[in-house]
């Protein structure tokens, strides 16, 4: 029996941020995270990554508590470090210390091992008006498929 796929999204990021690189990173985690991620129960919502002397770290990522976790169950919104390789590393950390840029995680989703990985991206800040002309966009090709259907 084929589990569904997993496939949580952080999706304020594109509507806030402008993407420039994105990597795949993994996570580590206790039992219970991994479970409460396979029923579907974690949000990337305020969520972005820090460094900490010389690791990558996600903070603010919501994974529910694993609801037949005992004594062992995990804190819901502590950080978690993510694996990356040294290269990976060294250049996300020279992209963000130019200014206006972060680090946001994209997307959490479960790989064909059974691995949870999470997409992260090297992003910059949009600005109001910018955000105004995603929206803009976004009604105009809604509107155009409404225009070919008929």
């Given amino acids: 029996m084929k589990q569904a796929a997993i496939n949580i999204k952080n999706k304020r990021a594109t509507f806030d941020y402008e993407l420039v690189e994105t990597f795949t990173a993994g996570i580590v985690l206790t039992g219970t995270e991994i479970k409460s991620i396979r029923l579907g129960k974690a949000s990337l919502v305020d969520t972005y990554c820090f ?12 994974i529910a508590e694993y609801f037949y976790g005992t004594y062992n169950n995990h804190s ?3 950080d978690r470090k993510l694996l990356l390789n040294r290269n990976e590393l060294r250049k996300l950390s020279r992209l963000t210390k ?3 840029f972060t680090i946001i995680p994209i997307r959490l989703f ?8 999470i997409v992260i991206a090297v992003a910059r800040g949009k ?11 976004k009604e105009d090709k809604r509107s155009m498929d409404r225009m070919f259907r008929k």
């Fill in 98 to 100: 130019e200014t206006g």
């Fill in 76 to 78: 819901a919104r502590r």
């Fill in 51 to 62: 460094f900490e002397r010389g690791e990558l770290w996600v903070r603010n990522m919501h």
């Fill in 110 to 117: 479960i790989n064909e091992k059974g691995l949870a990985k």
């Fill in 127 to 137: 600005k109001q008006y910018d955000k105004r002309q995603s929206l803009k966009e």
